[in-house]
């Protein structure tokens, strides 16, 4: 059974890191590419940063970049999400999702992804 599960949210001053997980099972990791999403209330959700299956590629939303890293280690199935520099406007519900590599599109459109996780609580506060 194709699953995937995140951890590592919770509370965090601003200017504060987190450093989010996502392990992955049931499936051909190395033949996905992942993205973290982010789902804040009252708001769409929104592409926060994608890899390559291969790791070689990597892309991040305007409003993260210099502040979040995406990795993975295909021989742990996990993509890691490193969030430096936390902000209020960063509070949100995190999600990892999974498309293969047969798909093609924006790779921040959450139409692409064929498999979520159930989400992490990032809530950025004093």
């Known amino acids: 059974q194709l699953q995937l599960v995140e951890s590592g949210g919770g509370l965090v001053q601003p200017g504060g890191s987190l450093r989010l997980s996502c392990a992955a099972s049931g499936f051909p990791f190395d033949n996905y590419h992942i993205a973290w999403f982010r789902q804040a209330p009252g708001k769409e959700r929104e592409g926060v940063s994608y890899i390559s299956n291969s790791g070689g590629f990597t892309s991040y939303a305007r409003s993260v970049k210099g502040r979040f890293t995406i990795s993975r280690d295909n021989a742990k199935n996990t993509v890691y999400l490193q969030m430096n520099s936390l902000k209020p406007e960063d509070t949100a519900i995190y999600y990892c999702?999974?498309?293969?590599?047969?798909?093609?599109?924006?790779?921040?459109?959450?139409?692409?992804?064929?498999?979520w996780g159930q989400g992490t609580q990032v809530t950025v506060s004093s």
């Open positions: 999702a999974a498309t293969p590599t047969t798909n093609w599109g924006n790779s921040f459109s959450p139409g692409l992804y064929d498999y």
